[in-house]
């Protein structure tokens, strides 16, 4: 079994920044950030070297990992309102560029961390 626990949601003012983490425990997979009803935000593969982003934050948002430390953050800039969501770190086994953002292809969740942007 892969746990996966995120960290450093809050409440920022819009055009503010905040930095997520997910913390992970188990085999190293593909890994993405989902917000709301398992939206696709970003994804990155085992080894970092690809990477997906939804077209709404691309250029807001950046994605990596840390396999030695077993982590993925998602650093978020320039958040506006409507990226307040609670946002959910997912691995998948089954990590592949055509199924990167589909939620489905994801096996493992964490329980969420709340982003709140005040206007």
């Known amino acids: 079994q892969v746990q996966l626990v995120e960290s450093g949601g809050g409440l920022v003012q819009a055009g503010g920044s905040l930095r997520l983490s997910c913390a992970a425990s188990g085999r190293t997979f593909g890994m993405g950030w989902f917000r709301k009803d398992r939206e696709f935000v970003a994804a990155i593969s085992w080894s970092?070297?690809?990477?997906y982003y939804e077209d709404s934050v691309k250029g807001r948002i950046t994605i990596s990992r840390d396999n030695v430390q077993n982590t993925m953050d998602l650093k978020m800039n320039s958040l506006k309102p409507e990226d307040t969501a609670g946002y959910y770190c997912a691995a998948a086994p089954g990590f592949s560029s055509s199924a990167s953002r589909t939620s489905s292809a994801y096996a493992y969740w964490g329980q969420g961390t709340q982003v709140t942007v005040s206007s």
């Open positions: 970092g070297s690809s990477i």
